[in-house]
């Protein structure tokens, strides 16, 4: 491929294999991937977001000072192995990548989730209004394992009458510290008073590590996601019990730091996958499997206000929500998910907690974590 002409623009775009040609410092930066990786360069926003907008193919969009604004990985990558060859690739002075897999695999770089055809958000959002509830969400969890935990009764366990716990997937960022929106996250709960359970990939947790500990001072908690966002069922049972391990030991650390002891130590398995023999483990590890009842699919359903309109209203005394991360490029529209959710449950008078505190209001103990239990409590 060639150079083209970049419209209104005086600097012309470099569209060439990577290594041949050098690209700009000051320039904004689109990289996608089709059989390799290719690179172009823009003066302005205004156009990179214009030719991002006409890509179809995994595709990255960088700003002049090496930040990423935006990732998308394309219908046809649903291991987001193209994204992942681009972060690798900006890295290394915008070159060529043979295979990403391998630093995929250990968490070095992000796993991005294809998109969807278009139309699926709308569609989903459709179909989720109307076929999505406690009963069917919870039994969802109970498929992952008998011993989940997805909500308490409040016929059972009327001491979580008003209230509801949130948890909070993916923290606390895949993409980097200037990607990360745990400041915005913080802020908006302190402005509800608002307490969440916030699920971690363990693997990066230590870009993070200030952020989180002022999490855990100001009442927040932490339970374990694994090391990195994939489903461990295909992976030894050995790796998955070191990614637990590893995960555990960095909470625990966080914590001992933080001079906050943890009473319940939470494990949601990557993407609601776990096997029995994955279950056996993290039983073995001590740990409660942590679902939910109510949930709005965020990672496809592309609309916050939706989300936190759906989440409010199915919440019931008692809920478990769940809701991804949002950071700065990927999932941004989980923040105004949130925002929105917030706001419906105070009009409700809900009062949001942790998962441990709603277990506590539920009458549970920290010595009942490792026992098998119902699906709802």
Known sequence: MGDRSCGSSIL??????????????????????TSQVYWEEFQTREEAEGRYQELWWSKVLMNPEGDVLRCSSGILDPKGVGVAALL?????????????????EKGDVAFIPADRLPGTSQALQLIWDRVASRSSISWFGSRVSVDSLC????AKHPGVRGYVALTIDDAPCRLGPK???????????????????????????????????????????????????????????????????????????????????????????????????????????ALRILMCDTYACCPVIQDGDFIGRFLGKQAE?????????????????????????????????????????????????????????????
């Open 12 to 33: 012309r775009c470099c569209v060439a294999k990577p290594m041949l040609r050098s690209l700009q410092p000051q320039t904004w930066k689109l990289g996608y991937r």
């Open 88 to 104: 690798l690739s900006a890295r290394r002075g915008f070159g060529d990548v043979e295979s990403s897999l391998p630093a995929l």
């Open 151 to 154: 909500y308490f009764d409040v």
């Open 317 to 377: 005394h008692g809920s478990i929500m769940l809701i991804h991360m949002p950071e700065h490029g990927f999932r941004e529209w989980c923040l105004l998910g949130l925002q929105t959710l917030l706001k419906h449950l105070k009009e409700r008078n809900m009062k949001v907690v942790t998962a441990g505190k709603l277990a506590e209001l539920a009458g549970w103990s920290p010595e009942l974590v490792g026992r098998r239990c119902k699906l709802a409590l």
């Open 179 to 285: 990607n990360s929106m745990l400041p915005e996250i913080r802020k908006l709960l302190k402005e509800h008073q608002a307490k969440a359970t916030f699920m971690l990939l363990g693997k990066f947790v230590p870009q993070h590590e200030e952020g989180l500990l002022e999490l855990l001072r100001e009442g927040h908690e932490l339970g374990n996601h694994g090391l990195v966002d994939k489903s461990y069922r295909a992976s030894s049972p050995k790796e998955f019990e070191d990614a637990v391990e590893e995960c555990t030991r960095r909470i625990t650390d966080l914590h001992r730091r933080a001079g906050v002891s943890s009473a319940f130590p939470w494990f949601r398995p990557p993407h609601g996958q776990l096997s029995a023999v994955m279950a056996k483990i993290v039983e073995q590890k």
